[in-house]
């Protein structure tokens, strides 16, 4: 079936640490892909978008993602995490014309 | 200020009522999307319009219904078919090209008790 994987429900980095978050898709031909953040009880922000060219895309916030196609993948990353980037990162695709996101993982920074 | 509305930000209804959910954007986009957010469960699609006058299904669509009459408003109605109304709602919209982001509405918190 044609989905979006975040694996990661839940993931705890102390601040300052690196970050890497993975998505995975399964759709046919590759899709328009986003990252997009959402804070409690808000709506969601872009983070960040691809849909050709370089495989690495840069966002706002000091986030990137790099598009690997052999593995399906678009993974976020950020060197150094802040504490205020903790909330709820969601992975889109849009391989027609409707938009579809993955379970979401929540980011919980430490001191 | 251009964006996208929605309102209100918290519902309560009662077992067996219908309630209609609105969402208004003044982006001038095309399409526009109505998800709802469960936790653990990411956005799912409930029906989405990519023009004035027409809709589709998406993956969790039993139990609502939308209309498309203005490019502006997309109002959901969570019926009392829905067996379990509970939820965040969430409303984007996009200018209806894949590559374009969607902006999103604050949300609707739904209670039905």
């Known amino acids: 079936a044609q989905s979006v994987t975040q694996p990661d429900i839940h993931i705890t980095v102390s601040e300052g640490a690196s970050l890497e978050l993975r998505c995975n898709y399964s759709y046919g031909a590759t899709p328009y892909l986003f990252w997009y953040v959402q804070s409690p009880g808000q709506g969601l922000q872009l983070l960040l978008k691809y849909f050709s060219g370089d495989t690495l895309v840069q966002g706002i916030k000091g986030f990137e993602a790099e598009f690997k196609r052999s593995q399906s993948s678009f993974n976020l990353r950020k060197p150094s995490v802040h504490w205020s980037d903790a909330a709820e990162y969601f992975c889109?695709?849009?391989?027609?014309?409707?938009?579809?996101f993955g379970a979401g993982t929540r980011l919980t920074v430490k001191p | 200020d251009g964006g996208i509305t929605q309102s209100p930000k918290y519902l309560f209804r009662k077992e067996g009522q219908n309630v209609t959910l609105s969402c208004e954007q003044n982006l001038n986009h095309d399409a526009m999307y109505w998800y709802r957010q469960d936790p653990g469960q990411g956005l799912r699609l409930i029906y989405y319009s990519q023009i004035v006058n027409d809709f589709q299904k998406g993956d969790i669509a039993e139990g609502y219904s939308v209309s498309r009459e203005k490019k502006e408003s997309f109002p959901l109605t969570v019926t009392s078919a829905q067996k379990n109304p509970t939820a965040f709602y969430l409303c984007a919209s996009n200018p209806g090209r894949k590559n374009t982001e969607a902006f999103f509405g604050q949300g609707t918190r739904l209670t039905v008790v």
């Open positions: 889109a695709v849009v391989p027609n014309n409707d938009m579809r």
